[in-house]
C-alpha cells in the first residue's frame, strides 16, 4: 500500500490517499466532497482511496508572530 497526502486546489481541504500496489483497479476520478472540484483522474488502472481528513474551514488561519517585547 502506497500513502500520500493531497489537498484541492480550489478550497484546501485535505485528503490522504491509499493506493494498492499489489490489487488491481480501473481507471478513475475523484471529485472533492466539499466543493466539488476534481481532485485527480487516472488512466493507468490502479486501486486507489480517498479519505477527507480535514475540510478547509477546520485548518487553522495564518498566526503572526507578535514583536518582541521591549526591554
Do not use: N
Amino acid at each position: 500500500m502506497k500513502m500520500s497526502d493531497v489537498t484541492c486546489s480550489s478550497c484546501f481541504a485535505a485528503y490522504e490517499v491509499a493506493e494498492s500496489v499489489s490489487l488491481p483497479g480501473s481507471p478513475g476520478r475523484v471529485q472533492c466532497t466539499i466543493c466539488g472540484e476534481l481532485l485527480a483522474s487516472w488512466q493507468e488502472p490502479k486501486l486507489r482511496a480517498y479519505r477527507l481528513i480535514l475540510p478547509s474551514e477546520h485548518k487553522y488561519s495564518s498566526v503572526h508572530v507578535p514583536p518582541s517585547p521591549v526591554s
